[in-house]
């Protein structure tokens, strides 16, 4: 899958090249993937993760099809790890333009009353204050710079209630209320944090759905069967969107939670009104 990634993006768009980006869960699915796609671009991508020997893979992925990447292994759920990577990625590639928060666990699966507490909190840790440390390290430098892009990877949690998966629901939700608030306060500084939704893909989480069986619920578990089954939104659809949110084309656009499934091809030249595409949901009667 990643050398064709490779070549079907290799015509370089001149807004990423040499561009310096960090990507968050860049050894497996969607940071994998997104990852390969904006090396291909032109951009120098640092792979963090916590697993070592998938970011090698990666790495090894992207130096094939003539990108540049480095390895950078970091818990993010660390600081202290994560202001090591940073510093890695600004001592071989420079200041960071981009980052790309795709770092992320399923957590406990199963009705809230009998999952463990401990295993809980860490779906909050990785997914939800993962994200934090990540923004806090890169932020002083963009702000010096007045420019940065942020796109923080959200799931469906975000949007609708997800029985049996809380953890990750309620983490979901925090990262896009985080995104928004974010967004506000580095607005003047010519920063935009925009949280994404990739739909439903086929990844190791769909299996961790399936071997978890009646626990998962009935409506998770046939999404998941039918995610396993059609492989789920094409990556293709999911680059797009990324490199629509962390190209100039969306200047303009800050504070959203953009999915794969809205038609944001039209938002490139519409102005945005403050409620549309954030977890404000009210609605007059």
Known sequence: MSGAWGKKFYSVMPEFKDKNAVITGAGRGIGKRLAIALAAQGARVALIARTLPELHIAHMEIGHAGGASMVAPADVSDYGQVEGAMDAARRRFGEIDILINAAGVLGPIGPTARVDPCAWLEVIRINLAGAFNCARAVLPEMISRRSGKIINITGSGASSAQPFFSGYAAASAGLVRFTETLAEEVAEHNIQVNAMAPGATYTAMTDQVLAAGERAGDKA??????????RGVSPDKQIALALFLISPRSNHITGK????HDEWQRLEQ???TPERFTLRRVTKP
């Open 257 to 260: 939670l953009l999915s794969v």
């Open 221 to 230: 578990l046939e999404d998941a069967r039918h995610t396993r089954e059609t």
């Open 270 to 272: 519409a102005t945005m």
